[in-house]
């Protein structure tokens, strides 16, 4: 099928060829002809004079002949080649009814091969497009934050005993630290994922109490420093205040259904039971992310 539609192809193309050889020579024909006759009348004339100035006028009519020709036979030719497209294109439709027609009857020939072959196909496709969002996902990670390329986490290494160890942590004044030592950190933020569920529930309804994970203490600029998209509050001020905490969307619409949650209290029981209030309502966070929290709250750390 592929020689086949290249056949007509090339076919189309020596169509347009022969037409712009055949005008070519006519071109060369009508050119030298008229060449003849102007030379004919340049000889006619007896005086030098008169024919040093009718030949000037000669070789300028040449010149004007010539380009009006060139003209002719360019919009010529353009319109022998669209033709021609015209002529290739038209037979393509055809070309592939014909194609589908056959494509369709050995289908029906030969139902359990052309099955196999789809249901290969069709789980071929699948799986790639998979392993591409896939790759996709986790080449992104982190990436939607506004300084992505400028948010780095440091990691701890000590040696106990002749083994090194390393931590992906660190305690709660590196930040400070290495920002005093190291001209080149803007700023920092220092985060502590909760290590264990926590009861939380509406003081206003305390027969409903909920068991929550992904808790996080957060420093005041959490929503500056980092991309996360907030509904309600402002990013300055959602954590400016202790006892201050910011709900996820799926938490603001479990604890407190449509109503508006900010200004309005929650109890988190961590190491003691405390009270706190909603500043704000956050975008849940991306799957994409290695911060992942339903509660972003400052208030006493728990003693771990």
């Not at 030719?77 to 194609?99: D, E, G």
């Not at 982190?142 to 948010?151: C, L, M, T, Y």
């Amino acid at each position: 099928m592929v020689c086949a539609f290249a056949l007509q192809i090339v076919f189309g193309f020596d169509t347009v060829q022969r037409n712009f050889e055949k005008g070519s020579r006519n071109f060369l024909i009508l050119y030298k002809k008229l060449l003849r006759d102007v030379r004919k009348r340049t000889v006619a004339v007896r005086r030098r004079t008169a024919f040093l100035m009718i030949n000037r006028k000669a070789i300028g009519l040449q010149q004007l002949v010539k380009l009006v020709l060139l003209m002719f036979i360019t919009v010529r030719q353009l319109i022998c080649i669209n033709q021609s497209l015209r002529s290739v294109t038209s037979s393509l439709k055809p070309m592939f009814k014909n194609y589908l027609k056959i494509a369709w009857r050995n289908l029906l020939n030969q139902k359990l091969y052309s099955l196999i072959n789809i249901i290969g196909l069709a789980v071929g496709l699948a799986v790639c497009l998979m392993i591409m969002l896939y790759v996709v996902h986790e080449s992104n990670y982190d990436r939607f934050h506004k300084n992505a390329g400028r948010i780095f986490t440091p990691n701890a290494q000590f040696k106990m005993g002749g083994n090194t160890m390393n931590m992906a942590y660190t305690s709660y004044a590196t930040g400070e630290l290495i920002k005093q030592s190291q001209p080149t950190v803007e700023s920092f933020m220092r985060t502590l994922a909760y290590f264990k569920p926590v009861v939380v529930y509406n003081p206003i309804t305390n027969d409903q109490k909920f068991s929550e994970e992904k808790l996080m203490f957060a420093d005041a600029g959490f929503f500056n420093f980092f991309s996360f998209k907030l509904i309600s509050g402002q990013a300055s001020d959602v954590l400016a205040k202790p006892y201050s905490v910011v709900i996820s969307k799926d938490m603001a619409q479990k604890y407190f259904g449509t109503k508006n949650p900010v200004g309005k209290t929650l109890t988190i029981k961590t190491d003691s039971t405390y009270q706190y209030q909603v500043t704000g309502v956050a975008e849940n966070a991306p799957s994409n992310s290695s911060i992942d929290f339903n509660v972003s709250f400052r208030g006493k750390i728990p003693r771990l």
